[in-house]
């Protein structure tokens, strides 16, 4: 499967309702709350911050090319699907088993640490104690070597930490295993990046990423529900719950939990109304307990929820044009955010 034939998997989803940048920004974990709201709502939750690093021009690049042969038609900034395009897309099964949502922002730091903690217990088995680390972050460096300190986890000179990975390699069918093993680097040893390894599998880079990714979203999957089992690596995963909310939402949250108001919240910040009516929205898409109510009534939410039941379109303004004046964007957009909670969940069963 080509990036471009994954691409068009996703692109299904928003036809007709997003424009197809939409999509570049949930690949790319852009941190606003249409971004998320988006994933959420057009079921592409699994695909958040998985390609972090994907350029503007490779994702352009690959709507040209879908153009081109036929597969998409472009209406004004949307696109549609051509009776080709879907015909295509039946023949698709999706490759990657992902959790960006959850992982997404995580996976960076987990696997930064990792690939050193490897290249560290690797030298240091060999009595090679000068090496230069192949990750430069300083907190990821500290990380590790607060691991040493704990000498029941490392006093086998790694074969406890072989064998964790060697469980972890037996999760993933042979080929991503073999090619996650090659980017890492050991005494002596150099490990390849996604560049040279899609080189020499003569594959896009951004399917080799996506391969990565993949992998890693499903150790980190595994390392979370059996910790018993994977204590070193365990121990390199970030907490999940501080990655959850933007810096700035969090700040709003705080607060809010002391019982600001929302104009004592705007008053506060300094911050135009709209910015923290993001806040508020990105806090009731990823807090479950998150209440609205204090933001709308149960009467407005049940107008606005009978309008999506009869509505196919998740477009703001097609929405707002079935409703009322003293019903807002805001009002959609939070009643949007809970069903939005209750399409991740479907997703992730």
């Known amino acids: 499967m080509t990036f471009e034939e994954w691409l068009l998997l996703k692109l299904k989803h928003i036809e007709g309702e997003r424009t197809p940048r939409s999509v570049y920004h949930i690949l790319r974990g852009k941190k606003s709350a249409q971004t998320f709201q988006d994933s959420q709502l057009f ?9 972090p690093k994907l350029k503007l021009t490779t994702f352009d690049e690959a709507i040209d090319t879908l153009c081109n042969t ?15 395009g879907r015909d295509f897309c039946h023949q698709l099964q999706e490759p990657f088993v992902l959790n960006g949502t959850r992982y997404g922002v995580l996976t960076h730091p987990f696997v930064s640490k990792l690939h050193l903690l490897v290249q560290s217990v690797s030298n240091l088995a060999h009595n090679h104690s000068q090496f230069i680390p192949i990750v430069n972050d300083e907190d990821s ?3 590790v070597k607060l691991l040493f300190h704990q000498k029941h986890l490392l006093q086998d000179q790694g074969e406890s930490l072989f064998r964790e990975l060697e469980q972890l390699c037996l999760s993933l069918p042979s080929y991503q295993a073999d090619l996650v093993l090659q980017t890492f680097s050991g005494y002596d040893q150099i490990g390849l990046s996604y560049q040279q390894l899609a080189e020499r599998q003569h594959k896009d880079a951004v399917m080799i990423e996506l391969y990565m990714m993949s992998a890693f979203h499903q150790w980190m999957d595994v390392i979370e529900n059996e910790p018993g089992q994977f204590p070193i690596c365990h121990r390199l995963m970030p907490a999940v719950e501080n990655v ?10 705080q607060l809010y939990n002391k019982g600001l108001t929302m104009d004592a919240i705007i008053n506060h910040r300094q911050l135009k109304r709209s910015t923290i009516e993001d806040h508020i929205v990105e806090i009731a898409m990823k807090d479950t307990t998150f209440s609205i109510r204090p ?11 009978n ?12 929405i707002k044009d079935q409703l009322t004046d003293e019903i807002t964007y805001f009002h959609i957009r939070l009643v949007l955010a809970k069903v939005g909670q209750k399409e991740e969940a479907n997703i992730h069963g």
């Not at 079921?43 to 390609?51: A, D, E, F, K």
């Not at 959850?244 to 949250?253: D, E, G, I, W």
């Not at 933001?295 to 929820?305: A, K, L, M, V």
């Not at 309008?307 to 097609?318: A, G, H």
């Open 307 to 318: 309008v999506l039941q009869n509505e196919t379109s998740m477009r703001l303004k097609r």
């Open 244 to 253: 959850h909310l933007t810096q700035s939402a969090v700040k709003t949250r």
């Open 141 to 143: 460096q500290k990380e």
């Open 295 to 305: 933001f709308i009534t149960y009467d407005q939410e049940q107008t606005i929820r």
């Open 70 to 84: 036929g597969y998409i038609d472009r209406q004004s900034s949307l696109v549609l699907l051509t009776d080709k």
């Open 43 to 51: 079921s592409l939750s699994p695909y958040m911050n998985v390609l």
